[in-house]
């Protein structure tokens, strides 16, 4: 019941910031668990941070703790990716999942998914 067009790729300089937006359409947004995915070429789609329902509870990959901030706004039925000192690594596409859960999903399936928005990241 949900349908997800991520925005706000592109390209900047290492070091720079870029901030990603998923809007969503579709009833009841607010009960869907969103995540931020990105995959590089030749590697495996990996979860970046995930969000619930709520926006208390809030997961973060490793390798991007203190520097992104994913976010949500119901009411405008939209979720946020803000990535601060982007290096070179984390060009990728970046996709937003969302799955109906009422608990933060890291793990398990997503149902609906965008169709990504490509960040490059120069050195």
């Known amino acids: 019941q949900v349908q997800l067009v991520e925005s706000g790729g592109g390209l900047v300089q290492a070091g720079g910031s870029l901030r990603l937006s998923c809007a969503a359409s579709g009833r009841t947004f607010s009960i869907y668990s969103v995540g931020w995915f990105r995959q590089a070429p030749g590697k495996e789609r990996d979860i970046v941070a995930a969000?619930?329902?709520?926006?208390?509870?809030?997961y973060y990959a490793d390798s991007v703790k203190g520097r992104f901030t994913i976010s949500r706004d119901n009411a405008k039925s939209s979720v946020y990716l803000q990535m601060n000192t982007l290096k070179p690594e984390d060009t990728a596409v970046y996709y937003c999942?969302?799955?109906?859960?009422?608990?933060?999903?890291?793990?398990?399936?997503?149902?609906?998914w965008g169709q990504g928005t490509q960040v490059t990241v120069s050195s």
């Open positions: 969000i619930d329902w709520s926006a208390k509870n809030i």
């Open positions: 999942a969302a799955v109906r859960s009422p608990t933060l999903i890291i793990t398990g399936p997503y149902h609906y």
